[in-house]
């Protein structure tokens, strides 16, 4: 049995162009090249994209679901963020 | 404040009950780990060994359009079980260690596999029986509480139903042909109807695991219930294809508006389980063989890739996904 796994790969796919990549998944390669190839080959048997992108995950960061509330909230009650916060006469148009 | 006298465990079971999905890297019980840990690997491992029964018969099937079709089904299940490991690993479980589990004999994989593909009409039983009862399975998985398998299963179920369709096909095909390829369909379904019947696991009130795995919605059916949807759905489509279902004491319930059918033999599924099935010993050393037998090009592999990386030779000289590239993109 070999000692080390290949290391894991996020897998970002953009499923057509104007689209933004999409995070599908994970897979182990031994570099990048492979994590592609793998990539096509896991992701992609029926069309479902036209770009690829690979990350180790290891340089992926995350924000801490412990914290989600407080980093969060300071959106909660800024509600004149939204324009359906604003009253519009209703003969304005247009805006 | 009222929350704050609630324990995590009750807080968790709360954002179960509100249908909220649960992501890797939030607090779960330790038991819920375990559990899906146990479940989604035993899935993966399923898909895997499953491609060996169907594998064999690759080289034989009777024409260039089946071959095609099958390689790609089988395919479809060497992906459907990475996407179920790479679920696995989000908590926490490595994947060396999942496969070590297997090799060992620690880990169950669903006991159908361990049933042997006789002739080519096992083939077409396997797509529209095998595949027809993990597309049951599946459906109510890609609503599980936790996301990733959730994920992963509605990426399943989107390739499934092919695989379904092929299978009736070829078992129709077999039907409308000679007398001794109906023959052949119906020998083939009386090996697999029962076996069948048993991916749904052992029955409710021998399944200890249930009411905690329905309580936290990793399931969303019994195993029962999954079972006699299975029989009310295939009935139809084996007198459809003119064959008999080997079973005396199936009968229409019109009470309950379904099938009445008869016991499955529980002795023959424990035996499988336990590793005394006709084909656990090869399945096993198939898998075993493969992950030995392709440690070198895995070690290879990584080497190859250290070396470039101290030489620092970019993957894709002028590809579309160089680091440079990315911003504007
Ligand atoms: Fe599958
Ligand atoms: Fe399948």
Known sequence: MSQSEWPLWEVFIRSKQGLDHKHVGSLHAADAAMAIQNARDVYTRRMEGVSIWVVESRHIHASNPDDAAAFFDPANDKVYRHPTFYQVPDSIKHM | METAELTQEELFQQRIDADQRIEPKDWMPDAYRKTLIRQISQHAHSEIVGMLPEGNWITRAPSLKRKSILLAKV???????????SAAETLGASRDQMLADLHAGKAKYSSIFNYPTLSWADIGCVGWLVDGAAILNQVPLCRTSFGPYARAMVRVCKEESFHQRQGFEIMQTLCEGA???????????????????????????????????????????????????????????????????????????????????????????????????????????????????????????????????????????????????????
């Open chain 2, 179 to 329: 007398p001794e390829q109906k023959a052949m369909a119906q020998e083939a379904l009386n090996r697999w109807w029962w076996p069948t019947l048993m991916m749904f696991g052992p029955k409710d009130d021998e399944s200890p695991n249930t009411a905690r795995s329905m309580q936290w919605r990793i399931k969303r059916f019994t195993n029962d219930e999954l079972r006699q949807k299975f029989v009310d759905m295939m009935v139809p489509q084996a007198e459809f294809l003119g064959l008999t279902v080997p079973d005396l004491a199936l009968q229409w319930n019109e009470t309950k508006q379904g099938y009445d059918f008869g016991e499955v033999n529980w002795e023959e599924f424990w035996q499988v389980v336990n590793g005394n099935g006709l084909c656990n010993h090869d399945r096993l050393q198939a898998r075993v063989d493969a992950w030995e037998e392709g440690a070198w090009v895995r070690e290879a592999a990584l080497a190859h890739a250290e070396k470039r990386r101290q030489r620092q030779e970019p993957i894709h000289k002028s590809g579309p996904t160089r680091k440079a590239e990315l911003p504007q993109d």
């Open chain 2, 75 to 85: 395919q479809d299940e060497a992906g459907h079980g990475l996407y179920l490991y």
